[in-house]
C-alpha cells in the first residue's frame, strides 16, 4: 500500500470541510495500490508482500515484472511462457533504429532519445489504442522487452558502433549487456544486473509512478502514460540522482580530498550530497544495503575497492554528523560503474527496470478508474479591471 497517511481537513469560511494543503503532497494518500508497500521508519520495502531483500535473492526480474503484473509469482510453465514473449518482443522496428542513427544527435541526453523513441514504439502497435485489459497486458510486456534494446542501441550508435541486435535468448539482464557490450555477461555480472532491476522496479507513488497514474487515469494510452513517467524520471532530484552520485565519486577521485573532508566541506556549505536521504525512508534505504553487499563483491572481483570504501565512508560520516542514510541511487551508482556502464545511462535503466512498475500501476489504475484531479488553491491577486491597451504604460 502507499504511505498510511492521509491528509488531515480544516474547514473554509462557508463551513466546508476542506483537505489541507500539503506541499510537495507530502504525507497525503492519493489512491489504494496491491503493489508495494514501504515503512520508511522501519526500512521496509515490499512488493506485493514480498520482502525486496527475499525477491532480489531469490526472484528473477522476470519473475518480479510477472509478480507486479499478475499478482503472484509464476509457475514454471508461466515463467516459460512470459520468457519467451519477452524474447519474442525484444526486436525493435528498423524504422527506430534509423531515427536513433540519423535524426539523433550524437550528443543528445540518453532520457531524452529514450522520450522520443519510447513514443514512436506507438505508432508500430496495432494495439496501442486498445484499451481491453490483455491488450494492455501485452503492451506492457513488450515495452519492457524493447526498452533496453533501445537504449543499448542508442549508446552503440553515439559511440559509432554497429547495433547488436537481441539474441533471442536469456534474460533481460543478460541480453541488454550483451547488445550493450557486444559480449556475453559473465555469471556475476548477470547476476548483479537481475538484482539491480528487481531492486529498481517499484516504488509506490514516486514522481514518475504518479505522473504515469494521472495520465491513465485520462484514459490515455499506455504509450503516453509510460512516456510522461520517462519525463518525470529525467530530472535529477528523481531517476537522475545517481548520476550525480557517480561524478561526485570521479571528481572526488581525483581531488585527492578524502572523503570526510568532502562530507566536512558539503556540510560547512550547506550544499546537498546526492544519494543521502530520501523523503520516505528515515532510515538506510533497504535497497541501498543489497546493492551494498553487491557492491562489495564485486569490488573484490574487479579488485578496485576505493569507490566502496569512499562511498561507505561518505555514507558513515553524513550519518553520524546529520542523521542522515544512503538511499537506493547511492550504491547504484557505483555498481553500474564497475558493470562498465557509462554513467549517463544509469537513469535509463532505471527507467528499463521501473516500467514494470509503471504499467503494473497503469493496469491497476485502469481496473476501477477515477480521473486524478486535486486542486489548487488561488493566492493571486483579486478585483483588477482591464484598462484598454492604449492606456497600458
Excluded at 547476476?191 to 529498481?200: K, N, Q, S, T
Aim: proline share 4%.
Amino acid at each position: 500500500m502507499a504511505e498510511p497517511t492521509t491528509a488531515s481537513t480544516s474547514t473554509d469560511a462557508a463551513g466546508n470541510g476542506a483537505p489541507q494543503k500539503s506541499r510537495g503532497l507530502e504525507g497525503v494518500t492519493a489512491l489504494d495500490t496491491e503493489l508495494s508497500f514501504i515503512d520508511g521508519q522501519k526500512g521496509e520495502l515490499l512488493y506485493r508482500g514480498y520482502t525486496i531483500e527475499d525477491l532480489a535473492q531469490n526472484a528473477s526480474f522476470e519473475e518480479t515484472a510477472y509478480l507486479l503484473w499478475k499478482g503472484e509469482l509464476p509457475t514454471q510453465s508461466q515463467l516459460d511462457d512470459l520468457n519467451g514473449q519477452l524474447r519474442e518482443a525484444r526486436q525493435v522496428h528498423p524504422d527506430l533504429l534509423d531515427h536513433l542513427r540519423h535524426h539523433t544527435p550524437k550528443g543528445a541526453n540518453p532520457m531524452a532519445a529514450m522520450r522520443t523513441a519510447l513514443s514512436m514504439l506507438s505508432a508500430y502497435d496495432d494495439e496501442a489504442d486498445v484499451m481491453e485489459p490483455e491488450a494492455n497486458y501485452r503492451k506492457a510486456v513488450r515495452l519492457t522487452a524493447k526498452l533496453p534494446t533501445l537504449v543499448a542501441a542508442f549508446d552503440r550508435i553515439r559511440k559509432g558502433k554497429d547495433v547488436i541486435a537481441p539474441t533471442g535468448e536469456g534474460s533481460t539482464a543478460h541480453d541488454f549487456l550483451y547488445q550493450l557490450n557486444g559480449e556475453a555477461p559473465g555469471p556475476a555480472a548477470e547476476e548483479i544486473m537481475d538484482a539491480a532491476l528487481v531492486l529498481h522496479a517499484e516504488h509506490g507513488l514516486n514522481a514518475s509512478t504518479f505522473t504515469a497514474r494521472v495520465i491513465g487515469s485520462t484514459l490515455a494510452d499506455m504509450y503516453s502514460a509510460v512516456v510522461g513517467a520517462v519525463g518525470a524520471l529525467k530530472g535529477p532530484l528523481h531517476g537522475g540522482a545517481n548520476i550525480e552520485v557517480m561524478k561526485t565519486l570521479l571528481e572526488l577521485d581525483e581531488s585527492g580530498e578524502t572523503a570526510q573532508e568532502f562530507v566536512d566541506r558539503k556540510i560547512e556549505n550547506k550544499e546537498k550530497i546526492m544519494g543521502i536521504g530520501h523523503r520516505v525512508y528515515k532510515t538506510l534505504d533497504p535497497r541501498a544495503t543489497i546493492l551494498r553487499n553487491l557492491l562489495s563483491g564485486l569490488s573484490e572481483e574487479k579488485g578496485d575497492t576505493r569507490w566502496l570504501e569512499m562511498s561507505d565512508t561518505i555514507r558513515s560520516t553524513v550519518k553520524e554528523r546529520k542523521g542522515l542514510d544512503a538511499n537506493v541511487d547511492f550504491y547504484s551508482a557505483s555498481v553500474y560503474y564497475l558493470l562498465g556502464i557509462e554513467a549517463d545511462l544509469y537513469t535509463p535503466i532505471f527507467a528499463m527496470s521501473r516500467m514494470t512498475g509503471w504499467t503494473a500501476h497503469l493496469l491497476e489504475q485502469w481496473q476501477d478508474n477515477r480521473l486524478i484531479r486535486p486542486r489548487a488553491e488561488y493566492v493571486g491577486a483579486r478585483g483588477k479591471t482591464v484598462t484598454p491597451v492604449g492606456d497600458r504604460g
